[in-house]
Protein backbone atom coordinates (compact mmCIF):
# COMPACT_ATOMS: atom_id res chain seq x y z
CA UNK A 1 0.00 0.00 0.00
CA UNK A 2 0.96 3.25 -0.74
CA UNK A 3 1.02 6.24 2.28
CA UNK A 4 -0.15 9.49 0.77
CA UNK A 5 0.95 11.21 3.57
CA UNK A 6 4.47 10.01 3.40
CA UNK A 7 4.58 11.26 -0.45
CA UNK A 8 6.11 15.19 -1.61
CA UNK A 9 2.87 17.48 -1.25
CA UNK A 10 2.79 17.79 -5.14
CA UNK A 11 2.25 13.94 -5.51
CA UNK A 12 -0.28 13.71 -3.01
CA UNK A 13 -2.45 16.62 -4.27
CA UNK A 14 -2.01 14.81 -7.43
CA UNK A 15 -3.04 11.82 -5.62
CA UNK A 16 -5.94 13.07 -4.02
CA UNK A 17 -7.17 14.70 -7.17
CA UNK A 18 -10.62 13.14 -8.45
CA UNK A 19 -12.80 15.51 -9.81
CA UNK A 20 -11.69 19.51 -10.83
CA UNK A 21 -14.28 21.99 -9.78
CA UNK A 22 -14.46 26.21 -10.89
CA UNK A 23 -16.20 27.74 -8.18
CA UNK A 24 -16.74 31.27 -9.39
CA UNK A 25 -15.79 33.58 -12.31
CA UNK A 26 -14.77 37.15 -11.56
CA UNK A 27 -15.85 40.30 -13.37
CA UNK A 28 -14.76 43.79 -13.06
CA UNK A 29 -17.15 46.43 -11.99
CA UNK A 30 -18.29 48.86 -14.80
CA UNK A 31 -18.65 46.72 -18.02
CA UNK A 32 -21.00 47.20 -20.93
CA UNK A 33 -23.50 44.43 -21.08
CA UNK A 34 -21.75 43.07 -24.55
CA UNK A 35 -18.31 43.32 -22.88
CA UNK A 36 -19.68 41.64 -19.43
CA UNK A 37 -21.40 38.93 -21.53
CA UNK A 38 -18.82 38.11 -23.92
CA UNK A 39 -15.77 38.32 -21.03
CA UNK A 40 -18.34 35.72 -19.01
CA UNK A 41 -18.42 33.76 -21.79
CA UNK A 42 -14.49 33.22 -22.57
CA UNK A 43 -14.41 32.18 -19.27
CA UNK A 44 -16.68 29.99 -19.25
CA UNK A 45 -14.99 28.58 -22.23
CA UNK A 46 -12.03 28.05 -20.36
CA UNK A 47 -13.57 26.80 -17.67
CA UNK A 48 -15.40 23.84 -20.06
CA UNK A 49 -11.82 23.42 -21.33
CA UNK A 50 -10.47 22.98 -17.78
CA UNK A 51 -13.34 20.98 -16.15
CA UNK A 52 -13.57 18.21 -19.87
CA UNK A 53 -10.06 17.70 -18.86
CA UNK A 54 -8.95 18.63 -22.73
CA UNK A 55 -5.46 18.41 -23.43
CA UNK A 56 -2.89 21.29 -23.04
CA UNK A 57 -3.81 23.25 -26.76
CA UNK A 58 -1.51 26.09 -28.26
CA UNK A 59 -1.70 29.32 -27.05
CA UNK A 60 -3.32 30.33 -30.74
CA UNK A 61 -5.85 27.58 -30.62
CA UNK A 62 -7.45 27.86 -26.59
CA UNK A 63 -7.27 31.56 -27.25
CA UNK A 64 -9.67 30.93 -30.51
CA UNK A 65 -11.88 29.05 -28.62
CA UNK A 66 -12.51 31.48 -25.97
CA UNK A 67 -12.87 33.87 -28.61
CA UNK A 68 -15.28 31.67 -30.67
CA UNK A 69 -16.76 31.53 -27.45
CA UNK A 70 -17.19 35.59 -26.79
CA UNK A 71 -18.11 35.81 -30.50
CA UNK A 72 -21.43 33.31 -30.51
CA UNK A 73 -22.25 34.74 -27.19
CA UNK A 74 -22.55 38.41 -28.81
CA UNK A 75 -24.13 36.57 -31.92
CA UNK A 76 -26.84 35.06 -30.03
CA UNK A 77 -27.31 38.29 -27.89
CA UNK A 78 -27.73 40.43 -31.13
CA UNK A 79 -30.82 37.60 -32.74
CA UNK A 80 -32.04 38.25 -29.03
CA UNK A 81 -32.29 41.73 -29.03
CA UNK A 82 -33.97 42.23 -32.82
CA UNK A 83 -36.62 39.38 -32.24
CA UNK A 84 -37.44 41.40 -28.74
CA UNK A 85 -37.20 44.80 -30.87
CA UNK A 86 -39.57 43.26 -33.38
CA UNK A 87 -42.06 42.54 -31.06
CA UNK A 88 -41.66 45.44 -29.12
CA UNK A 89 -42.48 47.70 -32.86
CA UNK A 90 -45.83 45.07 -33.32
CA UNK A 91 -46.68 46.67 -29.45
CA UNK A 92 -45.83 49.96 -30.35
CA UNK A 93 -47.82 49.84 -33.64
CA UNK A 94 -51.05 48.66 -31.61
CA UNK A 95 -50.23 51.47 -29.29
CA UNK A 96 -49.82 54.34 -31.82
CA UNK A 97 -53.09 53.08 -33.31
CA UNK A 98 -54.49 53.17 -29.94
CA UNK A 99 -53.06 56.41 -29.53
CA UNK A 100 -54.99 57.64 -32.59
CA UNK A 101 -58.26 56.10 -31.16
CA UNK A 102 -57.89 58.32 -28.01
CA UNK A 103 -57.60 61.24 -30.24
CA UNK A 104 -60.26 60.54 -31.91
CA UNK A 105 -62.37 60.11 -29.17
CA UNK A 106 -61.48 63.22 -27.40
CA UNK A 107 -62.42 65.25 -30.79
CA UNK A 108 -65.70 63.92 -30.36
CA UNK A 109 -66.46 64.29 -26.88
CA UNK A 110 -65.09 68.41 -27.93
CA UNK A 111 -67.68 68.26 -30.18
CA UNK A 112 -70.40 66.76 -27.59
CA UNK A 113 -69.06 69.57 -25.36
CA UNK A 114 -69.84 72.28 -27.94
CA UNK A 115 -73.10 70.47 -28.23
CA UNK A 116 -74.00 71.18 -24.60
CA UNK A 117 -72.85 74.49 -24.47
CA UNK A 118 -74.90 75.75 -27.95
CA UNK A 119 -78.16 73.37 -25.60
CA UNK A 120 -77.30 75.35 -22.29
CA UNK A 121 -77.54 78.49 -24.40
CA UNK A 122 -80.61 77.75 -25.93
CA UNK A 123 -81.92 76.81 -22.42
CA UNK A 124 -80.95 79.99 -21.13
CA UNK A 125 -82.43 82.17 -24.21
CA UNK A 126 -86.10 80.20 -23.83
CA UNK A 127 -85.93 80.37 -19.99
CA UNK A 128 -85.49 84.37 -20.72
CA UNK A 129 -88.13 84.51 -23.52
CA UNK A 130 -90.51 82.29 -21.52
CA UNK A 131 -90.05 84.52 -18.29
CA UNK A 132 -90.87 87.79 -20.55
CA UNK A 133 -94.09 86.50 -21.42
CA UNK A 134 -95.27 85.77 -17.80
CA UNK A 135 -94.11 89.06 -16.89
CA UNK A 136 -95.95 90.79 -19.92
CA UNK A 137 -99.29 88.62 -19.28
CA UNK A 138 -99.34 89.49 -15.46
CA UNK A 139 -99.12 93.15 -16.81
CA UNK A 140 -101.98 92.04 -18.83
CA UNK A 141 -104.33 90.32 -16.36
CA UNK A 142 -103.39 93.26 -13.46
CA UNK A 143 -104.94 96.10 -16.21
CA UNK A 144 -107.33 93.73 -17.61
CA UNK A 145 -106.95 93.67 -21.25
CA UNK A 146 -108.47 91.14 -23.35
CA UNK A 147 -106.83 87.47 -23.74
CA UNK A 148 -105.00 88.56 -20.31
CA UNK A 149 -105.86 84.28 -18.94
CA UNK A 150 -104.86 82.96 -22.26
CA UNK A 151 -101.23 84.69 -22.64
CA UNK A 152 -100.42 83.59 -18.50
CA UNK A 153 -101.32 79.87 -19.59
CA UNK A 154 -99.22 80.35 -22.63
CA UNK A 155 -96.34 82.08 -20.67
CA UNK A 156 -96.74 79.39 -17.51
CA UNK A 157 -96.47 76.31 -20.66
CA UNK A 158 -93.77 78.00 -22.43
CA UNK A 159 -92.09 78.99 -19.18
CA UNK A 160 -92.17 74.97 -18.14
CA UNK A 161 -90.75 73.73 -20.91
CA UNK A 162 -88.02 75.88 -20.79
CA UNK A 163 -87.31 74.65 -17.29
CA UNK A 164 -87.53 71.70 -18.57
CA UNK A 165 -85.07 72.26 -21.33
CA UNK A 166 -82.82 73.63 -19.05
CA UNK A 167 -82.54 70.72 -17.01
CA UNK A 168 -81.52 68.75 -19.72
CA UNK A 169 -79.07 70.94 -20.44
CA UNK A 170 -77.78 71.01 -17.67
CA UNK A 171 -77.80 66.98 -17.17
CA UNK A 172 -76.30 66.93 -20.47
CA UNK A 173 -73.57 69.24 -20.12
CA UNK A 174 -72.57 67.73 -16.16
CA UNK A 175 -71.88 64.28 -18.21
CA UNK A 176 -70.25 65.89 -20.96
CA UNK A 177 -67.46 67.07 -18.36
CA UNK A 178 -68.10 64.76 -15.12
CA UNK A 179 -67.60 61.67 -17.48
CA UNK A 180 -66.98 61.36 -21.08
CA UNK A 181 -64.32 64.60 -20.68
CA UNK A 182 -62.58 62.53 -17.92
CA UNK A 183 -62.71 59.16 -19.99
CA UNK A 184 -61.20 61.01 -22.94
CA UNK A 185 -58.43 62.42 -20.97
CA UNK A 186 -57.52 59.68 -19.17
CA UNK A 187 -57.26 57.85 -22.53
CA UNK A 188 -55.05 60.10 -24.29
CA UNK A 189 -52.62 60.27 -21.10
CA UNK A 190 -52.63 56.40 -20.83
CA UNK A 191 -51.73 55.85 -24.84
CA UNK A 192 -49.46 58.77 -24.87
CA UNK A 193 -47.87 57.21 -21.99
CA UNK A 194 -47.73 53.48 -23.47
CA UNK A 195 -46.48 54.41 -26.45
CA UNK A 196 -43.62 56.89 -24.72
CA UNK A 197 -42.71 53.47 -23.04
CA UNK A 198 -42.83 51.24 -26.12
CA UNK A 199 -40.99 53.48 -28.22
CA UNK A 200 -38.13 53.71 -25.41
CA UNK A 201 -37.90 50.06 -25.68
CA UNK A 202 -37.61 49.72 -29.32
CA UNK A 203 -34.52 52.57 -29.01
CA UNK A 204 -32.79 50.17 -26.03
CA UNK A 205 -32.94 47.16 -28.30
CA UNK A 206 -31.62 49.27 -31.38
CA UNK A 207 -28.59 50.46 -29.14
CA UNK A 208 -27.82 46.96 -28.02
CA UNK A 209 -28.44 46.07 -31.75
CA UNK A 210 -25.68 48.52 -33.22
CA UNK A 211 -23.37 47.65 -29.81
CA UNK A 212 -23.26 43.60 -30.98
CA UNK A 213 -22.72 44.79 -34.36
CA UNK A 214 -19.55 47.11 -34.02
CA UNK A 215 -18.52 44.53 -31.37
CA UNK A 216 -18.63 41.64 -33.81
CA UNK A 217 -17.26 43.72 -36.15
CA UNK A 218 -14.10 44.30 -34.19
CA UNK A 219 -13.51 41.16 -33.06
CA UNK A 220 -13.69 39.43 -36.80
CA UNK A 221 -11.27 42.25 -37.31
CA UNK A 222 -9.36 42.17 -34.24
CA UNK A 223 -5.40 42.25 -35.44
CA UNK A 224 -4.05 40.93 -32.46
CA UNK A 225 -1.26 38.24 -33.09
CA UNK A 226 -3.34 35.65 -30.96
CA UNK A 227 -6.90 36.62 -30.04
CA UNK A 228 -8.07 37.91 -33.74
CA UNK A 229 -5.73 35.22 -35.47
CA UNK A 230 -7.28 32.50 -33.08
CA UNK A 231 -10.91 33.82 -33.46
CA UNK A 232 -10.72 33.86 -37.20
CA UNK A 233 -8.88 30.01 -37.08
CA UNK A 234 -11.73 28.72 -34.79
CA UNK A 235 -14.39 30.41 -37.05
CA UNK A 236 -12.82 28.30 -40.17
CA UNK A 237 -12.78 25.23 -38.05
CA UNK A 238 -15.72 25.11 -35.96
CA UNK A 239 -17.20 22.51 -37.90
CA UNK A 240 -14.41 19.77 -36.91
CA UNK A 241 -14.99 20.34 -33.56
CA UNK A 242 -15.63 17.26 -31.57
CA UNK A 243 -19.29 16.24 -30.39
CA UNK A 244 -18.76 17.53 -26.30
CA UNK A 245 -17.34 20.95 -27.61
CA UNK A 246 -20.00 21.43 -30.36
CA UNK A 247 -23.11 20.85 -28.16
CA UNK A 248 -21.21 23.62 -25.65
CA UNK A 249 -20.84 26.01 -28.13
Not at 12 to 21: E, L, T
Not at 58 to 77: K, M, N, P, S
Request: proline share 2%.
Amino acid sequence: EVNIAALPASVARAKRSVHRDVEEILLAKGMSRQLAGSEIAKELGRAFLFLNEYPSLHVVTEAGFCELCAYFWVQHDRRRNILQQEASERVLEQCQKEEEEAVEFMRTVQGEIEDAKRERAEADEAELVANKKLAEAREANFYGWPGAQRKMDVAKVALEEAHKELEEALEAEARVHGVRLVQAQTRLKDTAEAVFAVKKDVEKFQSHIEACNLFLLAQENNPHPIYGKGLRKALRGYDAADAKMGYFL
